[in-house]
């Protein structure tokens, strides 16, 4: 079983791929449109990768919540029942 670290970790990179940042730029509190100038299919392309990734429904509807790595973090916690 995977720990938090290593999770937010393995979201952290799929960001920064998709963003094309470098992962240290992606901090749990940087946020994606302002930070790091994310567009809206950007957006859906993390959203389809973290579902392929941790096999979850993530819903379009969510995206206005996932601002930033630690929300995002805690909305595919709660989807894929971790409990760390």
Same mark, same amino acid.
Do not use: C
């Given at each position: 079983?995977? $720990?938090?670290? !290593?999770?937010? @970790? +393995? &979201?952290? *990179? +799929? #960001?920064?791929?998709?963003? *094309?940042?470098? $992962?240290? !730029? &992606?901090?749990? $509190?940087?946020?994606?449109?302002?930070?790091?100038?994310?567009?809206?299919?950007?957006?859906? !392309? #993390?959203?389809?990768?973290?579902? /392929? @990734?941790? /096999?979850? *429904?993530? %819903? %379009?509807?969510?995206? %206005?919540?996932?601002?930033?790595?630690?929300?995002?973090?805690? &909305?595919?916690? !709660? /989807?894929?029942?971790?409990?760390?």
């Amino acid at each position: 079983m995977s $720990t938090r670290n !290593e999770r937010l @970790e +393995i &979201i952290q *990179e +799929i #960001v920064a791929e998709v963003l *094309e940042v470098d $992962t240290s !730029e &992606i901090t749990e $509190t940087s946020r994606f449109r302002e930070d790091h100038h994310a567009d809206s299919l950007r957006a859906l !392309e #993390v959203l389809a990768r973290l579902e /392929k @990734e941790f /096999k979850v *429904e993530l %819903p %379009p509807t969510l995206l %206005p919540k996932m601002t930033h790595l630690a929300a995002v973090y805690d &909305i595919v916690r !709660e /989807k894929a029942g971790w409990l760390d």
